[in-house]
């Protein structure tokens, strides 16, 4: 099993920033992706941004030039810095990590962090 803790949301002014953070503990294996997603009210959840264990990184978009994920130096960690915030970037964030054993993709998540862009 795999446990997902994230922190750093909170509420913040438009063009402000906050840095997300999340650790994963459990049984991991060596290649993985991480990365985040977001729900905002009445919306489906969208991919973020994500990185994989050899740091290959996909991001949204609507987060491009804007938002920037990384993996801390202990390897199961992962970190959204969000800058330039927008209304339109309030939503639940979810952290997950997903990763194959036995030919089978497994995906956990996160419980959510709120992040909030109001003046």
């Known amino acids: 099993q795999v446990q997902l803790v994230e922190s750093g949301g909170g509420l913040v002014q438009p063009g402000g920033s906050l840095r997300l953070s999340c650790a994963a503990s459990?049984?991991?294996?060596?290649?993985?992706?991480m990365g985040w997603y977001r729900q905002a009210p009445g919306k489906q959840r969208e991919l973020v941004a994500s990185i994989t264990s050899g740091g290959r990184i996909n991001d949204a978009d609507s987060v491009k030039g804007r938002f920037t994920i990384s993996r801390g130096n202990a390897e199961n960690t992962v970190y959204l810095q969000m800058n330039s915030l927008k209304p339109e970037d309030t939503a639940v964030y979810y952290c997950?990590?997903?990763?194959?054993?036995?030919?089978?993709?497994?995906?956990?998540w996160g419980q959510g962090t709120q992040v909030t862009v109001s003046s």
């Open positions: 459990g049984t991991i294996f060596s290649i993985n992706v």
């Open positions: 997950f990590l997903a990763q194959q054993f036995a030919g089978k993709s497994n995906s956990y």
